[in-house]
Structures are given as C-alpha cells and as structure tokens.
C-alpha cells in the first residue's frame, strides 16, 4: 500500500511514460503555438489529480520534438520524442524525491535536496545536446528544502538562454514566494465531470461516477482509488463516524497499526481522507445542501447534521486538512488518528448549560 503522497513518484517509476490526457490538449496546444516566446519558468499549480505530472511531461516533449505536427504538438515518432518517451533525453531534467541506492535501485524520499538543484545548474550551463531548448522539471516543487529553493531561485532570477523550468505543485501555497513569483503560473485544467467519468469509464473502473464523487472531481486520484483495494477500509471508517457516541478512539487507532509497519503512513493518508470528505459534506448537509463526495451516505450525514456547530466543524475540517499537508512527517500514525477520533466525538459532546440557566427558567415557569 503506497500512500498517496509517494504515488505520483511511484508510479512515474512504473509507468515512466504516461498516455496524454485529453481535458489537457487545448493548452498543450496554446502553448506549442507560442513555443518559440515561452516563459522561461512555468508552474503547473493545482489539487492533487488532475494529472500534473503527465501535463508537465508532455509539455517538455512538444517542447522537444524535433518533427512537430501541423499544430505544433510532439510528433510521437522523432528521435526527441522516442529519447523523452524513454528517459533518455539529454536535454530533459526530471528532479523527483528520490534516492539512488548503491545497486541502482531508487527509493522514495521526503524532500528534494540542495544537491539535486545543483546538478540541475549544472545542467541548465551546458549546451543543448540535440540543438534545441533545455527544459527541466521539478515535481512536487513543495518537497524543495528551504536550501534547494534558494539554490533554485537563482537560476529562476538569472536564467540561461535556451532553458525552461516546469516546476508542479499540488501546495503552491507551500512554495516560496520569491520561486513562486518568478513562474508563470498554470492552473492544471480539470475536465468536466462528463468527460472525466467517460475516461475513467474507459479506464475499467465499474463506478466511475461515485468514484471521482469521492475524489472530489480528480480523475487521476479517483482512479488510483478505485484500484487501491481499500473500500472495505474506507466503508468502515464512514460507519463509524455515523455513530459518533460509539466511537472509540483506541479501536481505531489499532486500525492504523493494524497494517504492515512501512503502510501505516498510507493507512493514516487514506484516515485523513475519509475524515476530510465526510466532514466537507457533513459542513454542506448542515448548510441545507447535499452531500457531493459521499452522496451514498446522505441519510447519515441528515442526521447528523443538526447535532453539530457549525464553526466547530469547520474548525475540525480545517485541522484535518493541515494534517493532510504534514502527512509525510507523522510522529506515530496511530497517536494522530486517535487523535482526530477524540476530537470528532466532542463535536457531538452535549454542550454544558451556562450557569444558572436551569433556575432561570425554572422561576419563570411557576411565576407564570
């Protein structure tokens, strides 16, 4: 089980060559017909699953195609775009949180270091091996240490000619403002949910429709979910929540350690999730909207509904939400699930009375 923060890099090392995504071909296409006055530094902003990364990479290879099409995208079947397709483009730079191992072998990091922006310098001096642009890019630009974005900035202030930088975040919010400023900034198209569904549809998914519900609109994520094996999980956690006043924190806690020590990172993402979505439709059920994420669960969340205060939900979404973001660094998975589990419960805590108030009512009463 892979959490979800390591998936995108993950899978890059599977799949090192992922297919174009339709809902991305109108801005391709705008860019590859301003490729020869491109920015210099691009940044591809935007909630994980929209699928970044592949945008980022298929960018680079129009960028690099040496036979474009009559719309200026990549041709598919030049030595550039075979190089690309490969990972073996001599003009293309991809800085991912990894660590090579003595035997070859490369393992998911947390952070992108310094050292790794100073082989991209290295990298954005030389000259073009195949007589074309350089272009180079950074994915998450978030994992950057404080040390590699500085180290980054310089090159972004000062950048060589013939050079491009795509730097994708799912936090630009987390980058620093002197990179972020410095980029042209790209918010990652998202298709309509019609076509989402229809290629996920075409991806085998059996419920496309709830499964990118879920997903918040992410097709990428929603797919990735659909595949992950953990409905019965997710299903259990979402009953529980039902029942706040059954709740046991130290119950579910064990659920987090209930998996393999090296998943319970992912465990806890998948916790968040759970707790993140149900908490997002419970604040728009107790608003007089409907549930979107969990429509199956709209009975529940009416019930529910009325029971709970409203800045005191939306307090509790926001905490899960920075714990989403700090999800990489959790001291023990479990101490945080209980957490959050404890604080769930007293949202729905009968409220104390103020002081007096019961002999206050009491006098008026027989007075009447």
Sequence with gaps: MVSESEADVAEAAAEPWPDALPWQRNLRLSFAAGRDRAHHAWLVAGPRGLGKRTLALHLARDLLCESPTADALACGNCDGCRYVAAGTHPDLRLIEPWRIEPDGTRVAVQEIGIDAIRDLTGFTQITSHRRGV???IVAPAERLTVEAANALLKTLEEPPAGTILVLVSHL??????????RCLRIPAPRPSPAEAIAWLAGQGIATPDLALAYAGGAPLAALRIAADGQSGERAH???ALARPERLEAI???ARIDAADKPDRKARLELVLDALAAWTEDLARV?????PRRLPGRAD???ALAPRVA???LCRYHRSIVHQRAHVARPLNPRLVAESLVDAYRELFAP???????????????GGG
């Design 134 to 136: 350089r272009v180079a």
């Design 172 to 181: 630009p919010g987390r980058l620093l403002a002197t990179v972020a400023s």
């Design 237 to 239: 956690w979402f009953d």
């Design 251 to 253: 119950a579910m806690g």
């Design 286 to 290: 107790a608003g007089g909207g409907a």
């Design 300 to 302: 529940a969340l009416g």
């Design 310 to 312: 409203g800045v005191d």
């Design 351 to 365: 409220q104390p009375r103020p002081s007096g108030a019961a002999g206050s009512r009491g006098t008026g009463a």
